[in-house]
């Protein structure tokens, strides 16, 4: 298949540089080696129950983000969840200065499914190699599906990576002749990892009121945040329908037992450590899923927007990992991978994000 652009990773900044380049009339293909859109905007059924497990809420921090949160709004996709959140410390419970948090209550991958419907996508693709042709790139890919009958190769004027900067590391290294002086210092770009826990309780052993709906742990050792999820969900507002928590882990507790085949203790762990602070029901779900997160967080960031590549066609890098760890870096580094591709390209006037959006 031939197209102008093909962007690789179909999570916020992929979609956010999809949109403005589609919208100048640039044909483009997303390459998502996952089955569904968003990345880390994740949901997942847990015993038929709808919860998240990647992207906790949003903020209307951020010019960009405001002007994304005012829309999705509009559009009904997002509501607003709490303005109180806590944080738990030596003192116990407090609360956390007031902030509305928004979710949306079909779960947050449908905000990726509202960016990216008009979006052309492959799923299961996994980029094996890059390499410059006459006039374009070449994509070789692989199914990660077994048996798939899927077209395999792609060819594209301009190449976005819009993945987590090892990922995109490896993809690199796949292009003949490049610099090692451009991949080295991407080689300093780190991410956190994370152990995410869904857990859902039986209405009968959970208390009638549960005081909390959002926790951080800033001292632990070993959580990071702990949420009601179900609360999200209108039908169990107040908790007590099946209530589904969720438990993410800290990051040195992560990268321990990242690869562990087993993960019963450490599950058991993330239960009984929940349990002891918030109360003794969390010990006892009955129905649970651990998702690994192996890139949830940056920890060492690149200092600009994006990494425009010296290649003989335009190939960009973006991502969250791009300027800052915040969603609003993610939209900031999708939309500058999008103005440097068009400038190499062809100069088409791009039209601001907030008028692709809508609402």
């Given at each position: 298949?031939?197209?102008?652009?093909?962007i690789?990773g179909?999570?916020?900044?992929?979609?956010?540089a999809?949109?403005?380049?589609q919208?100048?009339g640039?044909?483009?293909?997303?390459l998502?080696?996952?089955r569904?859109?968003?990345?880390?905007?994740?949901?997942?059924?847990l015993?038929?129950?709808?919860?998240?497990?990647g992207?906790r809420?949003l903020?209307?921090?951020?010019?960009?983000?405001?002007g994304?949160v005012?829309?999705?709004?509009?559009r009904?996709?997002?509501?607003?969840?709490i303005?109180?959140?806590?944080?738990?410390?030596?003192?116990?419970?407090?609360?956390n200065?007031?902030?509305?948090?928004?979710?949306?209550?079909e779960?947050?991958?449908?905000?990726?499914?509202?960016?990216?419907?008009?979006?052309?996508?492959?799923f299961?693709?996994r980029?094996?190699?890059?390499?410059?042709?006459?006039?374009d790139?070449?994509?070789?890919?692989?199914?990660?599906?077994?048996?798939?009958d899927a077209?395999?190769?792609?060819?594209?004027?301009?190449?976005?990576?819009?993945?987590?900067?090892?990922?995109?590391?490896?993809?690199?290294?796949t292009?003949?002749?490049?610099?090692?002086d451009?991949?080295?210092?991407?080689?300093s770009?780190t991410?956190?990892p994370?152990?995410?826990?869904?857990a859902?309780?039986?209405g009968?052993?959970?208390?009638?009121r549960?005081p909390?709906?959002?926790?951080?742990?800033?001292?632990?050792?070993?959580?990071?945040?702990?949420g009601?999820?179900?609360?999200?969900?209108?039908?169990?507002?107040l908790?007590?329908?099946?209530?589904?928590?969720?438990?993410?882990s800290?990051?040195?507790?992560?990268?321990?037992?990242?690869?562990?085949?087993?993960?019963t203790?450490?599950?058991?762990?993330l239960?009984?450590?929940?349990a002891a602070?918030?109360?003794?029901?969390?010990?006892?779900?009955?129905h649970?899923?651990?998702?690994?997160?192996?890139?949830?967080i940056p920890?060492?960031?690149?200092?600009?927007?994006s990494?425009?590549?010296?290649?003989?066609?335009?190939?960009?890098?973006c991502?969250?990992?791009?300027?800052?760890?915040?969603?609003?870096?993610?939209?900031?580094?999708?939309?500058a991978?999008?103005?440097?591709?068009?400038y190499?390209?062809?100069?088409?006037?791009?039209?601001?994000?907030?008028?692709?959006?809508?609402?």
């Open positions: 298949m031939k197209t102008d652009i093909a690789v179909a999570g916020l900044a992929g979609l956010t999809a949109l403005p380049l919208a100048a640039y044909s483009l293909l997303l998502e080696k996952s569904g859109l968003g990345g880390r905007l994740a949901s997942y059924r015993n038929g129950v709808r919860c998240d497990r992207l809420y903020t209307d921090e951020g010019r960009l983000l405001s994304l005012r829309s999705l709004r509009e009904q996709v997002l509501r607003p969840w303005t109180t959140s806590h944080r738990y410390t030596a003192e116990g419970l407090q609360q200065p007031p902030q509305t948090h928004y979710v949306a209550p779960g947050m991958s449908q905000i990726a499914k509202e960016l990216g419907r008009d979006v052309p996508v492959w299961s693709r980029v094996a190699a890059i390499t410059p042709q006459s006039h790139w070449r994509l070789d890919l692989e199914a990660v599906v077994a048996g798939s077209p395999l190769e792609v060819t594209a004027r301009a190449v976005i990576l819009a993945i987590p900067a090892p990922q995109a590391l490896m993809v690199l290294a292009v003949p002749g490049m610099d090692a451009v991949i080295n210092p991407l080689q770009v991410y956190d994370c152990l995410t826990l869904l859902q309780y039986s009968d052993r959970v208390p009638d549960i909390w709906k959002s926790v951080e742990f800033p001292d632990d050792p070993d959580l990071s945040w702990l009601l999820d179900s609360s999200k969900r209108e039908s169990s507002s908790g007590s329908d099946r209530p589904v928590v969720v438990i993410n800290r990051a040195e507790l992560a990268r321990s037992h990242l690869d562990d085949r087993d993960l203790p450490v599950i058991e762990h239960l009984s450590q929940g602070r918030l109360g003794d029901w969390l010990q006892t779900p009955e649970l899923h651990l998702h690994r997160w192996r890139y949830a920890a060492q960031v690149w200092p600009q927007d990494v425009v590549l010296k290649t003989p066609f335009p190939l960009v890098c991502g969250d990992w791009c300027g800052s760890r915040q969603v609003e870096t993610a939209l900031r580094s999708g939309l991978a999008a103005s440097s591709v068009n190499q390209l062809d100069h088409r006037s791009l039209a601001p994000i907030h008028s692709l959006w809508g609402g």
